[in-house]
């Protein structure tokens, strides 16, 4: 009789049982759980990669510094050089833009020769075209053929006409402010205008794949639909009929203007010097008195900005411009002197290797 006790107590409850079951389930699901969010077993997830980070020793800096300033002053120096061989003529004619005065002459006279290739340009100061909204005020599609498409141009993109609401191609604030001053420049002893061509002017990228006029022979009938922006004088098919590969929105002009400028104050290229084998222009621009006519279109003293006329070589280092060679001079400088005053620190506070193997044999 006494067994039967000791059976009944060793087996279990059926509640016990249930909690018993519950229990494994719950640590399965948990295994589980944990399986599925552990990282793969790699180097990567498991953040076990090979890793190198430099000491910074007195003997590994110091060399460094003086290293870079050893080595960025002949290149300032190369730069500054190579800007200073490039000349340059500056024409403000910004006083030509009096309304009343709609076209003028100024007088330009060049001391030496401008040997090589002879670039003009016209300049803009204090003219913001990197401004976001005005910067965004474009469309890229339609500039690619598809006048419908008007993207983000407004207030631009529509024109209520007489004969109903016509879309303006080309649209946006920066196609409506479009550059539109027109030069001459004439040699002052025979009065004949200096040749000058277009064709180099814009990068073949953005003509070749930016830009594109709608299909159809006929340009007029291809923007029939359309209108030409509020400040334009001309239409868009207008710009140079006599060139197809430089009218409507593959006008050179045109192109020119719609790459914005970073900085208020730019230029942008207008016109490249034809140097022809049996003219005098063959080895660039001679020396003399030249006389700049400008018909006046474009106005900038409504809000204290200013115009330029330039006429500029280049090297090959590019256009005049000293900031960049001034900059690597005076990174050198202060490499330079820095590099000094940790040398000298060094000197005299620094602790050599014979007395950090004492110390560290010291502390131990």
Not at 146 to 151: A, F, P, W
Not at 197 to 225: E, I, M
Request: charged residues 20%; aromatic residues 12%; proline residues 5%.
């Amino acid at each position: 009789m006494a067994s039967i006790p000791q059976r009944l107590t060793a087996s279990n409850s059926p509640l016990q049982d249930i909690q018993q079951s519950s229990a494994t389930i719950l640590n399965s699901n948990e295994s589980t759980s944990r399986s599925k969010n552990k990282p793969c077993d790699t180097k990567l997830r498991q953040q076990k990669l090979p890793a190198w980070q430099p000491i910074l020793t007195a003997s590994a800096v110091i060399p460094t510094v003086f290293g870079i300033g050893i080595v960025f002053l002949p290149i300032g120096v190369a730069l500054l050089l190579a800007s200073q061989g490039v000349k340059e003529s500056i024409t403000d004619y910004t006083s030509c833009s009096v309304p009343s005065h709609e076209s003028c002459d100024f007088v330009i006279k060049l001391n030496s020769d401008f040997q090589g290739d002879v670039y003009f340009y016209y300049a803009l100061d204090n003219y913001f075209q990197n401004h976001r909204r005005y910067m965004k005020s474009r469309s890229d599609s339609q500039l690619l053929g598809d006048l419908q498409n008007v993207g983000d141009c407004e207030p631009y993109a529509y024109l209520n006409t007489s004969s109903g609401l016509k879309i303006i191609a080309p649209c946006g604030a920066v196609a409506n402010s479009m550059f539109n001053d027109s030069f001459t420049l004439f040699r002052n002893d025979n009065n004949e205008s200096v040749p000058w061509t277009y064709k180099g002017v814009v990068w073949p990228v953005d003509k070749n794949r930016k830009y594109r006029n709608p299909p159809g022979k006929d340009l007029k009938q291809a923007f029939a639909n359309t209108v030409k922006p509020p400040n334009w004088r001309k239409a868009i098919y207008e710009l140079d009929p006599d060139h197809s590969d430089n009218n409507g929105f593959l006008n050179t002009d045109f192109i020119v203007w719609m790459r914005t400028a970073a900085l208020p104050d730019f230029r942008k290229l207008h016109r490249i010097l034809v140097r022809s084998k049996n003219s005098i222009y063959k080895n660039g621009l001679p020396a003399g008195t030249y006389k700049l006519m400008i018909k006046n279109n474009y106005p900038v003293t409504v809000f204290g900005g200013r115009k330029y006329f330039i006429i500029s070589t280049t090297s090959w280092a590019g256009g005049k411009s000293g900031f960049l060679g001034i900059a690597y001079i005076t990174v050198s400088g202060i490499c330079v002197l820095f590099g000094s005053i940790f040398l000298l620190i060094h000197l005299k506070f620094g602790t050599s290797s014979n007395e950090a193997g004492s110390i560290s044999q010291i502390s131990r």
